[in-house]
């Protein structure tokens, strides 16, 4: 598929401005430019889609576009490999220019100084060997190598021992960026051996704030309910919501509403979510295996109902504990959805609140082998209502 028609691809960021949240990551990567003290190696950790291999490409530029732009270099030799005119104000900025011939080879994959390597697939020890011969040899015109190393955990224990050699005594010219989801299986001796950057996942907001920026370049007229319902769809990764984006535009065209996000992915109407809440709010336990009832005969997606349900407790609990937290909550959720869950505050007491969540994210966590998918919600709500509810 080309990348016109991937909107995560499309959209990938070009410069450390363009990327949405991940500020701490950012401002330690530009101090390290502004200040010229650039580690030979990187481990950036964090869940998918959170950005580690975009701002691992902006960052191979930034180091070698700094190079270009430093005061002490030959005026005449950044001209040649700059153009004032194709850059104008963008020098100005933090690196990368994204304007000069180096960072064009770059974003084009046109250099020979940048190499990108997918572990999972090059996780054997000769692969090793060939990446260390490699790095071994000058860059063909830039200042730095610049090997980013996709998946890093999925290498063998012989290769990360025969990785950790050139850790130890690095080329100057040489940076490496390696990428995971899951640093616990890389080495200590390794993981020492860099500086560790921790990615978080994204939250809400971010997310929301992503979507509606990229709808609007794309032309899309999209209400703010489908916007929230696919940040949460996301679960944080920037990536998820831009497919699930795509998705919805594919079924609805330029038009999305909340109802078309709901019917594409299972996520359960508002009135399942709130007739339950209404019903252990209100500790009417008959109501509440109504309710759970009801629900197991719908074609819903039990788990996305489970997340949504606490997600709107936690909300509730932090209104009830923080009421600063009901301002915040505003432009975490849509405007119906807010209103509701502000008009159960008081229902329910702080502890009982606490019971909830312990209860829903305990089934939440334990992968339950039943034949009926609704069994792990019936038997979390009737736990609740053993010890909060009440019959009618």
């Known amino acids: 598929m080309k990348d016109e028609f991937v909107l995560y691809r499309k959209y990938r960021p070009q410069h450390f401005d363009d990327v949405f949240g991940q ?8 101090n390290a430019l502004s200040q010229h003290r650039i580690a030979h190696a990187y481990l950036f950790s964090g869940p998918r889609g959170s950005g580690k291999t975009s701002i691992a490409r902006i960052f191979a530029r930034a180091v070698n576009c700094a190079v270009l732009t430093r005061p002490e270099n030959d005026s005449s030799k950044r001209a040649s490999r700059r153009s ?32 990108e390597i997918d572990a999972a697939s090059n996780r054997g020890i000769e692969e090793v060997r060939a990446l260390r011969e490699g790095a071994l040899t000058l860059p063909s015109h830039s200042a730095y190598k610049v090997y980013i190393i996709d998946e890093m955990h999925m290498m063998t224990t012989p290769a990360f021992n025969a990785f950790l050699k050139i850790l ?5 010219h040489v940076i490496f960026i390696m990428a995971t989801t899951e640093p616990e299986k890389i080495p200590e001796t390794i993981i020492s ?33 489908a916007i929230s319902l696919l940040s949460f769809l996301s679960e944080g990764s920037l990536r998820d919501a831009l497919n699930l984006l795509l998705q919805a535009q594919g079924v609805s065209g330029k038009a999305i509403t909340a109802n078309t996000v709901r019917d594409i992915f ?19 336990s008959e109501s509440a295996a109504r309710a759970v009832s009801h629900i197991g005969q719908t074609s819903i997606s039990h788990d ?47 502890e009982e609140l606490r019971t909830i969540l312990a209860t829903f994210l305990y089934t939440a966590n334990v992968h339950y082998q039943s034949p009926y998918p609704s069994l792990p919600l019936e038997l979390a709500v009737s736990k609740i209502m053993s010890v909060i509810g009440r019959t009618a």
């Open 23 to 30: 500020e701490h990551i950012i401002h330690v990567l530009e």
């Open 84 to 115: 004032n005119s194709e850059v104008g104000n963008k020098s100005e900025k933090t690196p990368p220019c994204n304007a000069c011939d180096m960072c064009k080879e770059f974003i084009l994959g046109q250099t020979l100084d940048l190499i």
């Open 168 to 172: 130890e005594e690095p080329p100057a």
């Open 193 to 225: 051996r860099t500086q560790h950057l921790r990615f978080h996942a994204l939250p809400e907001p971010i997310v929301t704030k992503a979507l509606a920026h990229v709808a609007k370049k794309e032309g899309l007229t999209i209400d703010n309910e």
């Open 266 to 284: 299972g996520i359960p109407a508002r009135e399942l979510i709130e007739g339950l809440m209404d019903s252990i709010c209100s500790k009417q």
């Open 304 to 350: 996305i109902f489970l997340r949504q349900l606490i997600r709107n407790f936690r909300f509730l609990l932090l209104a009830t504990l923080d009421p600063k937290f009901s301002e915040d909550m505003k432009g975490l959720i849509g405007s119906v959805e807010y209103d509701y869950i502000m008009g159960k505050k008081g229902a329910l007491t702080s």
